[in-house]
């Protein structure tokens, strides 16, 4: 891992479980390139530790799990993911297209919008503290949720409350997560990373290539891949190529930096 994705991303094992934080809490744990390398390499470092078997993912701080893409390094013409294909094709953040066999906690310690909540929604299980909002506001940006989001929240969602929040962008308290299944528990702050632990260790505690097997089948995982999602991935791709294409897309991100409202011109 370069230096700037070890900044980016913390890496701390404690026993059997590695902790990944995104360690960019000036900007909101947002996700440029060095977070999206220092995640997927986390991962596959994970997956490939005989002796790593629970992963536990957070944020710095106590404001913000994932504030989504980096909009200002978008609005900078930056690349949000690396050029090396093999890289590149674990999706958003190193992580949203990188399904492994080690199960995965988040512990969602601040807001989790856009690209925080496709994390969560990447997830295995999530833990998030009570003052949590979750969201999709893409679509109040010019943009899609296309790290997972547009076709993620739909099935673990009931599907007319998913497209409520998908196509309004408004977000949602970690109650209301709670009470639609979205997440696990809902915990004060302080006892976040200790409820998340506790789980790591009662998996831990586990055969571990059963826990991995399990994880592997009930999530279609072959190959590094979950199939039964690859049309749907394909879709989103497609469209993505278009909508990022539109004079909409480029005003999103470039109004939120100016700090104004976009003028949407629908082209």
């Not at 989103?236 to 011109?265: H, I, M, N, Y």
Request: with cysteine; hydrophobic share 50%.
């Amino acid at each position: 891992m370069t230096e700037i994705a070890e900044s980016a991303v913390l890496v701390e094992r404690r026993g059997a479980i590695m902790i990944i934080t995104i360690n960019r809490p000036e900007a909101r744990n947002a996700v440029n390139q060095a977070v999206h390398i220092g995640m997927g390499e986390a991962l596959e470092a994970a997956e490939h530790d005989p002796a790593i078997r629970a992963v536990i993912v957070t944020g710095a701080g106590d404001q913000a799990f994932c504030a989504g893409a980096d909009l200002k390094a978008l609005a900078r013409g930056e690349d949000l993911r690396p050029a090396d294909p093999v890289r590149r094709a674990w999706g958003f953040a190193g992580f949203v297209e990188h399904p492994i066999g080690k199960p995965i906690i988040a512990a969602v310690n601040g807001f989790a919008l856009g690209g925080g909540t496709e994390i969560a929604l990447a997830s295995d299980i999530v833990i998030a503290a009570d003052a949590v909002n979750f969201g999709l506001p893409e679509v109040k940006r010019g943009i899609y949720a296309g790290a997972g989001g547009a076709i993620r929240l739909a099935r673990q969602l009931p599907p007319k409350i998913a497209m409520e929040y998908l196509l309004t962008g408004e977000p949602f308290s970690a109650d209301r997560a709670l009470a639609l299944g979205l997440v696990n528990r809902v915990v004060p702050a302080a006892e976040l990373l200790p409820t998340a632990l506790a789980i790591a260790e009662q998996i831990a505690g586990n055969a571990p290539l059963s826990v991995q097997a399990s994880k592997r089948i009930a999530m279609g995982i072959a190959n590094g891949t979950i199939a039964a999602e690859q049309p749907a991935w394909e879709i989103s791709r497609a469209e993505g190529a278009a909508l990022f294409q539109s004079e909409d897309a480029k005003e999103g991100p470039r109004a939120f930096a100016e700090k104004r409202a976009p003028v949407w011109q629908a082209r």
